[in-house]
């Protein structure tokens, strides 16, 4: 199982419906708004890396108002 956050910039004023959009995505666990450079932290986790990529550009970054995205994947050291 591969973890990771990624962390979201958003059209000013679409950070709520950005969160709540991405919240229904298959392999989301959470979707937080929060206030700072990034607009969205999700939590999110996928059987494989590849599988973790296809869930970020095929169906995260296709969530309407979001501008930026940034994957980053959790290690354990």
Same mark, same amino acid.
């Not at 999110?44 to 296709?62: E, H, I, N, P, S």
């Not at 108002?65 to 290690?75: A, D, M």
């Given at each position: 199982?591969? &973890? /990771? $956050?990624? =962390?979201?910039?958003?059209?000013? %004023?679409?950070?709520?419906?950005? /969160?709540? /959009? #991405?919240?229904? #995505?298959?392999?989301?666990? &959470?979707?937080? !708004?929060?206030?700072?450079? $990034? !607009?969205?932290?999700?939590?999110?986790?996928? !059987? *494989?890396?590849? !599988? +973790? %990529?296809? +869930?970020?550009?095929?169906?995260? &970054? &296709?969530?309407?108002?979001?501008?930026? *995205? +940034? *994957?980053?994947?959790?290690?354990? =050291?």
């Amino acid at each position: 199982m591969v &973890q /990771a $956050y990624i =962390l979201i910039q958003t059209e000013v %004023g679409k950070a709520s419906t950005v /969160a709540e /959009a #991405i919240g229904k #995505i298959p392999g989301v666990v &959470q979707a937080e !708004d929060v206030t700072g450079p $990034y !607009d969205v932290i999700v939590r999110a986790q996928a !059987d *494989t890396v590849d !599988d +973790l %990529g296809r +869930l970020v550009v095929a169906k995260v &970054q &296709q969530v309407e108002g979001i501008t930026r *995205t +940034l *994957t980053c994947p959790v290690v354990h =050291l």
